[in-house]
């Protein structure tokens, strides 16, 4: 119990609430509408191996602080968000990077932090103050991995 508390309140301090800056200025997209992102320009090609390690990695990405997902390894994986499982059967590669980016542009309403944008919200962790989450490179990994989640 205390643990989940603990998460929950690492997402707030990271992002409620950041819908006012999002790259759809705090308007949630229609029901059932899915925006793509282009790759970002980074340096290196995509490493999946790389963006798995990320998402395990709960003090690099925090993922499982708030999502499920096929990491046997892990302990503890969030329920507060969909499981990561089949992520790659259900959204396109750009679907993924654009909720990665700022998945306020979807749903205005959400606590997943956005990991590439720096503008907006509040009480936002020092360590995160006009700097993304993750780097380009590091939010192509991700994605890229997230793909390889077909079942």
Same mark, same amino acid.
């Given at each position: ?104 542009? *979807? ?16 009480? *936002? ?27």
């Amino acid at each position: 119990m205390r643990r989940g508390a603990r998460a929950f309140g690492l997402v707030a301090m990271l992002v409620l609430p950041a819908a006012a800056q999002g790259p759809v200025a705090g308007k949630a997209m229609e029901h059932g509408a899915a925006p793509e992102a282009a790759p970002l320009a980074t340096s290196r090609p995509a490493d999946p191996a790389n963006g798995r390690k990320i998402v395990v990695e709960r003090r690099r990405g925090f993922c499982l602080l708030c999502h499920s997902g096929p990491f046997p390894e892990e302990r503890f994986h969030g329920d507060l968000a969909p499981g990561l499982a089949g992520t790659g059967s259900r959204w396109t590669e750009g679907q993924l990077r654009a909720r990665l980016i700022d998945s306020t542009a *979807i749903n205005a309403e959400t606590i997943m932090p956005p990991y590439f944008r720096t503008g907006g919200g509040n009480r *936002i962790g020092p360590a995160f103050v006009g700097k993304p989450i993750l780097t380009a490179e590091e939010i192509e990994d991700v994605t890229a991995f997230l793909t390889t989640l077909r079942d």
